[in-house]
T-cell receptor
Framework: EAGVAQSPRYKIIEKRQSVAFWCNPI?????LYWYQQILGQGPKLLIQ????????DSQLPKDRFSAERLKGVDSTLKIQPAKLEDSAVYLC??????????????FGQGTRLTVV | GIQVEQSPPDLILQEGANSTLRCNFS?????LQWFHQNPWGQLINLFY???GTKQNGRLSATTVATERYSLLYISSSQTTDSGVYFC????????????FGKGTTLSVSS
């Protein structure tokens, strides 16, 4: 069974530029998450989707970050404009059941973003 | 919000040694997972263990939900065990996502 796929693996951009990340969850997984992991810290949730609806985006900096999950499958996360403090690894995860609790989550390899 | 505390923050071992990593959480949880983050940043699922004990090879884990802690045991450690180990929990509420601790960085030398 294929895992969570993310692209690109690495991205270097200048501050104030825009960037987009793509995630394809495990087939059949209803819940999709985007996490931000700053060096030396644990991952922090940015946004959680259930099918194509947003469950939790309370920690998403909405002035610059946006995310969508069209058709309840693939998802994209965008940053516009990027700031230096956005340098981090962006992780996508998915879990099977529609209720996000009591469900094992699986992570992709992540996208390492460097903003210079 | 819920606090997830992992200890120790750093651990240095010789190959072959055993170790115990601890995860304390401050509220009732419905899910607990242990992950190993390898040097390339990939989060590898180790255990999905909201309660009870599980074993997988040299690794085992125990969660005592009523006392709000979980333990990850690594026996006969190998250099490939190096990396960061994360504990993550979800609150006992439908619809919540995993909340991570700060991790334990393990270094195993030969």
């Amino acid at each position: 069974e294929a895992g969570v796929a993310q692209s690109p693996r690495y991205k270097i951009i200048e501050k104030r530029q825009s960037v987009a990340f793509w995630c394809n969850p495990i087939s059949g997984h209803a819940t999709l998450y985007w996490y931000q992991q700053i060096l030396g810290q644990g991952p922090k949730l940015l946004i959680q989707f259930q099918n194509n609806g947003v469950v939790d985006d309370s920690q998403l900096p909405k002035d610059r970050f946006s995310a969508e999950r069209l058709k309840g499958v693939d998802s994209t996360l965008k940053i516009q404009p990027a700031k230096l403090e956005d340098s981090a690894v962006y992780l996508c995860a998915s879990s099977l059941v529609s209720a996000a609790w009591d469900a094992e989550a699986f992570f992709g390899q992540g996208t390492r973003l460097t903003v210079v | 919000g819920i606090q997830v505390e992992q200890s120790p923050p750093d651990l240095i071992l010789q190959e072959g040694a055993n170790s115990t990593l601890r995860c304390n959480f401050s509220d009732s949880v419905n899910n607990l997972q242990w992950f190993h983050q390898n040097p390339w940043g990939q989060l590898i699922n180790l255990f999905y263990i909201p309660s009870g004990t599980k074993q997988n090879g040299r690794l085992s884990a125990t969660t005592v939900a009523t006392e709000r802690y979980s333990l990850l045991y690594i026996s006969s450690s190998q250099t490939t065990d190096s990396g960061v180990y994360f504990c993550a929990v979800t609150l006992d509420q439908a619809g919540t996502a995993l909340i991570f601790g700060k991790g334990t960085t393990l270094s195993v030398s030969s």
